[in-house]
């Protein structure tokens, strides 16, 4: 596997679960924002920096997620990032979450995830700056990379 | 306003904000399934007993969130749930996040929800039984209320 | 019964329980801190005006608790605040959580809290201004009123 | 440092922060709760084992704790687990958490923690069956190891 997509490897415990047994469904969306925390780390963006000394900070705009199976106490996951495109003041993911077990894996969730960039003490959207822009991988970083989405970028 | 869309008032705690001053993305997501939960015992059904008597439990299979304003400490919220469709082992909802501040109300979030009928020992999709389906307000229990999605509802 | 203990009435949702099929240890911390909140409000004491305006927070220094007894989904809860002493920069709590059913209580939870008044800005302590002080009522307000726990109250 | 206290490290992410800018206090219990979980499969015993093979379940009967400095989001901490002693039903704890910063630690939280071994079924009080107490390290699992601590001893 190349750098791309970037995955988070995290267990399954208590507080992750409800009554029915399995792990609530709200759950999963701070299991996806830890995978993206981490994805920025990996490219040395800090948020809590982008916060302090920027003034930035990304919010989720719209989130569409389909659950195909439950997770269990003690399992293992894999949470997947794919960070498909860059706006001008957004930022697009494809995320997964799959169960590791005995050398297999099996998908219990994906996600399509836009994230806006805000002024933070403000909260209105802004431009991803440059030096941020830099930072990202190549292939996000251009936004004409998928033509495909063209008409739903204009809508930003 | 007639009795639907049924809704919930809540307020917002230290516990859904986050470090960004606003009330944490996926807070919203429990704030949501509150109201279903009234809505639910608002017509008499009540989940411990439908899982305890029932061997029943309605789980989240899919969700469409759009987050438009962001919620904060100490406001004060309206979270309203209409339930559009019932399929054989489904209950479609759509949902919405209104600040309520001066006597005007103000939209934070519209979501929309599907929750599968599942068997909750095996969670495997059960039929919704009849003598929950007669519980269920007409409009929603006739599966061939909403023509328009009716291609949607063959995949189930 | 007077207007002290204060208390607040809540509903166990799924996102309050585990797969232990009870609720969360670490939620009853939650719900612990809505009925100081209320507690705070029923004053006329608003935390995000605290720190917006006053640059106030109370955070939590230390906890004591005892689980009883398990709430389960669906529970109908009361949670009892009792502030029983005011330090020149700490309040302290003793509080209570209980299940109704069927007319009667049951004792859940037990917890003495003690919160520090801080900068909210620079998290350092900061004596309870006497605006605040003035509305809190008189017999926590007055500093001296247990003797007992004088000796602990010097080491704030 | 030998293998005992045992330590988790872990990152903090918005999940766990509220809008006072710091890691919300019903937070490090979810922290603290991860470090035994761990602590408990480094010695080879899995909760969802225990629960499903042998009706057991640890519930927390009551802690202690004492919040001294706030963590912050990316913060890195180490959360250790010491097992102080074991009783007939029960688990003693003592456990820290530290922020780990350029190479040194700094204290934030001490907490003591008594767990009960219950029925996972009735809740109810079990003797840790003799399996269980022989994969627990051999000084905890003596219970006259901690001779200063007897009187408490009796009372469970």
Sequence with gaps: MNAFPFSLALSVYWEDTDAG???YHASYLRFLERARTEWFRSLGVFQSTL???HDL???I???SIEFRLPARLDDRLEVRVDAVRMGRASLHFRQSVWRQEAGRSELLLTA???AACLSASRFKPRVIPEHLRRLLPAEVARPERDKGSSRQEAKE
Excluded: E, I, P, Y
């Design 61 to 63: 705009r719209s989130m």
């Design 112 to 114: 399509a995830v836009r």
């Design 51 to 53: 916060g302090a000394a």
């Design 57 to 59: 900070v990304f919010a």
């Design 21 to 23: 047994g399995v792990v």
